[in-house]
């Protein structure tokens, strides 16, 4: 069985919209939202039932939008695949990882510039200090500070 992931990612990466594909998609994400909403009424037993609640709440507003997404796709107001940038939810490394991949163009950008606040900034949480002075073209000085 495929992920939500792939079966939308198979839809975007089509050269053509195709509505009959397109609905076949919809369907296999709602049968996984079904999926998941069987398994979560299962764990209802335990104690962390705002939890839950949440993620019900979640899919079955998923589960709406699908059919919304569907109903459009049948009265053809929808003709091409979109797709933007989603809410991204993930492990707390892997969304510093994340944060830091941009954050690191950023700082490389500003430093070959020659500038250091930004860099400092970040610096100052592990207790360090970035310099140019008298340093090589392409290169920076990190000082230590006082603990």
Do not use: C
Request: charged content about 35%; glycine content about 4%.
């Amino acid at each position: 069985m495929k992920t939500i992931k792939e079966t939308y990612t198979n839809i975007v990466l089509e050269a053509r919209f195709n509505i009959t594909k397109e609905m076949k998609a919809v369907r296999a994400i709602d049968k996984h939202l079904e999926n998941a909403y069987k398994g979560m009424n299962k764990l209802y037993s335990q104690k962390n039932t705002r939890a839950l609640i949440e993620v019900n709440d979640g899919i079955v507003e998923a589960r709406r939008g699908l059919e919304k997404y569907e109903a459009n796709l049948k009265d053809g107001s929808v003709t091409e695949a979109k797709l933007e940038e989603a809410p991204y939810v993930a492990s707390d490394t892997a969304i510093l990882d994340s944060i830091w991949t941009e954050v690191k163009k950023v700082l490389e950008k500003e430093l070959k510039k020659g500038k250091t606040e930004l860099t400092n900034i970040v610096a100052r949480i592990g207790k360090y200090k970035i310099t140019k002075d008298a340093q090589q073209k392409g290169k920076s000085f990190r000082v230590d500070l006082k603990r």
